[in-house]
């Protein structure tokens, strides 16, 4: 039986590990870069290390930025006494295009996730405890996806807060998301109508 290169093999394990992204299409992505996309294959290769030498985390909130701040953070106009706390960038750029939310945000990377392994200390949660300390946040927005990764962060998230800074309110975003529905992927009427019906977390 004939095997695929190394290379091939290779690039589909990367490409398969994408998130999104099945064997069957990593394969088939592999095999087009190696035929027809040469073209394709070098923009990829130029663009990956822009990504790499251009991109980086936001030192305050975790989010994607070209500077030390992203744009949020560096904002003198953004409520700062406001933090959303969202699992991804997709999800702040999601909450952004509802124009409804003019606070900050707190990126965490990922979810804890104690059965894959993943606790606190692998999540950006050590800045929020710098942010509480430093004074002057009012709320915290728990805006997470409703699973049991999910809910365990807003837990652990909550009692940080309560522990740090009592006096804080954290809320959560309301009831009926549907569950395992990423914040990336819901609507914005839908986002729109849950950050507005936001409860106290308990
Ligand atoms: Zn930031």
Redesign the pocket.
Known sequence: MTKMPKAITELAAILGALPGIGPKSANRLAVYMATNGQNNAENLQRILSDVKSQVRI?K??G?L?EEA??D??ADSDRDQKTVMVVETPMDLLQVEQTGEYNGAYLVLGRLISPINGIGPDSVNIASLNERLQGGGIEEIILALTSTVEGEATGLYISNLVRDAAPDIKVSKLARGLPTGVGIEYLDKETLKGALEGRRESN
């Open positions: 936001c305050l909130c989010n930025s701040l992203c949020v953070c």
